[in-house]
T-cell receptor, first 112, second 112 residues
Framework: NAGVTQTPKFQVLKTGQSMTLQCAQD?????MSWYRQDPGMGLRLIHY???????DQGEVPNGYNVSRSTTEDFPLRLLSAAPSQTSVYFC???????????FGPGTRLTVT | EDQVTQSPEALRLQEGESSSLNCSYT??????LFWYRQDPGKGPEFLFT???AGEEKEKERLKATLTKKESFLHITAPKPEDSATYLC?????????????FGTGTQLKVEL
């Protein structure tokens, strides 16, 4: 199993540009989440999904959209990038609530 | 609001010098407490899940314990390869999805 994969690994955007961060898992997990990690703040939840077709907002959802058309994929869209979205983004998946989650390798995003 | 505080922020040990990392938490009903290890430039790697006070889990040189207010990660006779940032996270009984609330981590450096 590849586990949780994320692409791209690095990305530089200009303010106002849009892009999609890709996340895929091959463990047939129902739960998938997106977190951002900023220095001194810990990981914070952006959006999550409890199954295909079901998504909801996390702690810091503004400026991001998600969709979940398949169990395997959970892309994160930045609609109009802002410097405040400069961060490292991690996708995670888990079998069920209360069980461990597995994280991808991350995408380092810089918005200039 | 769920909160996680980890101490110390950074810890430097000599090889073989045992120590403990602390994770204090407040949560409206604990579903689970999770420990992760994160190496520079990588995603968090799952270590342990603890569910109830008094529970202990062990893996190689690491042992995690849980009380009603805090968790400890004990490192016995550490080696340089144990150097990493150790993250603690909690999941509440209430709330949607698989949300984890993270602390900011303890950066551990083990020297020869």
């Amino acid at each position: 199993n590849a586990g949780v994969t994320q692409t791209p690994k690095f990305q530089v955007l200009k303010t106002g540009q849009s892009m999609t961060l890709q996340c895929a898992q091959d463990m047939n997990h129902e739960y998938m989440s997106w977190y951002r990690q900023d220095p001194g703040m810990g990981l914070r939840l952006i959006h999550y999904s409890v199954g295909a077709g079901i998504t909801d907002q996390g702690e810091v959802p503004n400026g991001y959209n998600v969709s979940r058309s398949t169990t395997e994929d959970f892309p994160l869209r930045l609609l109009s990038a802002a410097p405040s979205q400069t961060s490292v983004y991690f996708c995670a998946s888990g079998q069920r609530r209360g069980y461990e989650q597995y994280f991808g390798p991350g995408t380092r995003l810089t918005v200039t | 609001e769920d909160q996680v505080t980890q101490s110390p922020e950074a810890l430097r040990l000599q090889e073989g010098e045992s120590s403990s990392l602390n994770c204090s938490y407040t949560v409206s009903g604990l579903r689970g407490l999770f420990w992760y290890r994160q190496d520079p430039g990588k995603g968090p790697e799952f270590l342990f899940t603890l569910y109830s006070a008094g529970e202990e889990k062990e893996k190689e040189r690491l042992k995690a314990t849980l009380t009603k207010k805090e968790s400890f990660l004990h490192i016995t006779a550490p080696k340089p390869e144990d150097s990493a940032t150790y993250l603690c996270a909690v999941q509440a009984i209430t709330g949607g999805g698989n949300k984890l609330t993270f602390g900011t981590g303890t950066q551990l450096k083990v020297e020869l």
